[in-house]
């Protein structure tokens, strides 16, 4: 039987693990934390995600998530740039972290082992399998270690890595009773969004533009429009993230027997909502590549022809979409929401009518 081992346990990597024990694989998972687990915070899921985690058996996504309401953009005061409507445009589920990662693996079975607490810091490869700390083996590591992936700078060593947006963001889940149904709120250099989870608890995010390692804490927002304030105050624990990316794409996302996953290959700001989306569509790109022949090398080449054009895309339209939201200058700020409040509108003309049937009787 084929043998792999998975570096990380992230949603990248239990995906990773779930999709290569669909493809007959004895897959062995390396996480350097004492417990698999994910963050106490929401997380969108795009239906293409959706759909791949569909095909790899992850059963409940969509059950446990909250569909999308129509979302307005605001400014801090509450003044409206686009109004929420129902554009008709693709929309993801919002789901909790922890739900999520659970669900995914709920599928692991006896072809998965998983070892927690090990910190993977060597790694090399011959013609005949990867060695991880001169004491695993395997035939296939899938480096799925996130936006730091040790195993990106033992084979990229000139790689640049990752690069500081210019903001940090921050996340909460916080018990409120509104009948608002979310968005986006943009400031100066700040944004605030919420977005409702399936239990009625409110998941917000915020960011605001600062040097790397400082934390202000979201107290900025606090004099935002409502329920911001409420939403703030009811919040207990509050996870900031200091926002980096790997905007110089990496060429390529696989070095013989050994491919890069997620973050780790693609590492994006959260401005799309994506980059776990991105994780899960490479792990059933693999599979699939997998699949489609016994040829190890071909299948890798397969994968990193597919998964680096579309993720290398992302990457750098999310980094422009955080430069125009977190612009200071009052001049362009004010082009930019009213060029939005347009756009808006334009698409609310555009979108098909609901077609109404005539009935006989
Ligand atoms: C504020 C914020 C909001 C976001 N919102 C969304 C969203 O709404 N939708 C979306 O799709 N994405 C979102 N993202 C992006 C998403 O969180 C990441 O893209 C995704 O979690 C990456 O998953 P991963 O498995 O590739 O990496 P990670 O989640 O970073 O997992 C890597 C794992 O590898 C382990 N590890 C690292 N090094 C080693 C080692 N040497 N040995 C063993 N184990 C190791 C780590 O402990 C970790 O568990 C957001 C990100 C941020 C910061």
Redesign the pocket.
């Known amino acids: 039987m084929n043998t792999a081992i998975v570096?990380?346990?992230?949603?990248?990597?239990v995906t990773a693990a779930v999709a290569l024990q669909q493809c007959g694989w004895q897959v062995t998972v390396?996480?350097?934390?004492p417990e698999l687990g994910e963050v106490g915070?929401?997380?969108?899921?795009?239906p293409s995600?959706v759909a791949v985690l569909e095909q790899l058996g992850v059963k409940g996504v969509e059950k446990a998530s909250a569909v999308s309401a129509p979302a307005s953009m605001r400014r801090p005061d509450g003044r409206v740039i686009v109004a929420a409507a129902d554009l008709g445009v693709e929309v993801p589920v919002m789901i909790h972290r922890a739900q999520l990662h659970d669900l995914i693996t709920a599928e692991f079975g006896p072809a998965i082992t998983v070892r927690t607490g090990?910190?993977?810091?060597t790694i090399s490869q011959d013609d005949a399998g990867v060695t991880i700390n001169d004491e695993l083996r395997a035939d296939l590591v899938v480096a799925?270690?996130?936006?730091?992936?040790?195993i990106r700078s033992a084979l990229v060593p000139a790689y640049e890595g990752p690069r500081y947006s210019g903001y940090t963001?921050y996340?909460g889940i916080a018990e409120v009773a509104t009948t608002d149904g979310g968005g986006e709120t943009w400031g100066k250099g700040e944004r605030f969004g919420f977005a409702r989870l399936i239990d009625g608890r409110i998941y917000w995010?915020a960011t605001a533009n600062q040097p790397a390692g400082q934390s202000s804490g979201p107290d900025a927002f606090s004099d935002w429009h409502d329920p911001i304030p409420a939403l703030l105050a009811a919040t207990k624990d509050v996870l900031q993230?200091d926002?980096y990316d790997l905007s110089v794409p990496l060429v390529p996302f696989t070095h013989g027997r050994i491919v890069l996953?997620?973050?780790?290959a693609h590492?994006?700001t959260?401005n799309l909502?994506?980059?776990?989306?991105?994780?899960i569509e490479d792990a059933g790109a693999l599979a699939r590549c997998l699949e489609e022949g016994p040829d190890l090398s071909a299948a890798l080449t397969r994968y990193d022809a597919e998964r680096r054009p579309a993720a290398t895309k992302l990457v750098k339209r999310s980094r422009s979409i955080g430069r125009v939201g977190q612009v200071e200058n009052p001049v362009i700020r004010a082009i930019r929401d009213g060029l939005f409040g347009f756009g808006g509108k334009l698409m609310s003309l555009r979108r098909p009518k609901a077609q109404v049937k005539q009935s006989r009787a």
Not at 261 to 264: R, Y
């Open positions: 570096v990380g346990a992230g949603i990248g990597g390396l996480e350097r934390a915070a929401g997380i969108s899921v795009w995600a090990y910190q993977v810091r799925a270690d996130g936006i730091r992936s040790v963001a996340r995010y993230n926002i996953l997620g973050d780790a590492a994006m959260p909502g994506r980059g776990a989306c991105t994780a």
